[in-house]
């Protein structure tokens, strides 16, 4: 069964550091999204791209953040200069049909 | 704006007892509800969904949910619980358009006991 693919699992970085996170969407999926979720909290929208640019994104979103498919299979998320309150999981998820999202395992980002 | 509300943030039941996870939806049109599980250290898998058509919904691993429009209500049940069920179970909803975008709720996390 395909399935939505993130790298890395895991990311330490500095706070004041760029991050890039990974996802492998299932190949027929034309709809992405980011997810967060920071520990103990409920999952959050950040971001929905669609047909090469963003179709909605979340107050969380500002502009230190940035998404884009730079090969037209990897879909990623830029923190450009992260922070203490940056540390969260990320979840890519993907869609095709009219409704369901795919998540991906998610890669958990430690900011020190 | 559409929002979720999960009832109890930590339920335990007994292996072979009946399962119940409460969530109560918002929504200014009508919605899409979904229920995804994670399992430690793994990300969400689909559980089930409503989309608007039967209002009783049967997912995997023997779960199902009942979409309830005059209690905007979407409870998840099992029948008998398993201790592979152990996990957070997380409820969100989502207004369509364009965008489909989930709002989900805090999660409940299911323990099973021997």
């Known amino acids: 069964e395909p399935e939505v693919t993130q790298t890395p699992s895991h990311q330490v970085t500095q706070m004041g550091q760029e991050v890039i996170l990974r996802c492998v969407p299932i190949?027929?999926?034309?709809?992405f999204y980011w997810y967060r979720q920071i520990l103990g909290q409920k999952v959050e929208f950040l971001v929905s791209f669609y047909n090469n640019e963003i179709s909605e994104k979340s107050e969380i979103f500002d502009d230190q953040f940035s998404v884009e498919r730079p090969d037209g299979s990897n879909f990623t998320l830029k923190i450009r200069s992260t922070k203490l309150e940056d540390s969260a999981m990320y979840f890519c998820?993907?869609?095709?049909?009219?409704?369901?999202?795919?998540f991906g395992p998610g890669t958990r980002l430690t900011v020190l | 704006a559409q929002s979720v509300t999960q009832l109890g943030s930590h339920v335990s039941v007994s292996e072979g007892a009946l399962v119940l996870l409460r969530c109560n939806y918002s929504?200014?049109?009508?919605?899409?509800l979904f229920w995804y599980v994670q399992y430690p250290n793994q990300g969400l898998q689909l559980l089930l969904k409503?989309?608007?058509?039967?209002?009783l919904v049967k997912g995997i691993n023997g779960f199902e949910a009942e979409f309830k429009k005059s209690e905007t209500s979407f409870h998840l049940t099992k029948p008998s619980a398993h201790m592979s069920d152990a996990a957070e179970y997380f409820c969100?909803?989502?207004?369509?358009?364009?965008?489909?975008?989930?709002?989900f709720g805090k999660g409940t996390l299911l323990t099973v006991n021997p």
């Open positions: 409503y989309t608007s058509a039967a209002t």
């Open positions: 929504s200014s049109v009508p919605p899409y």
């Open positions: 190949s027929n999926h034309l709809y």
């Open positions: 969100a909803v989502s207004e369509g358009g364009s965008n489909y975008k989930l709002t």
């Open positions: 998820a993907t869609r095709v049909d009219a409704d369901t999202q795919y």
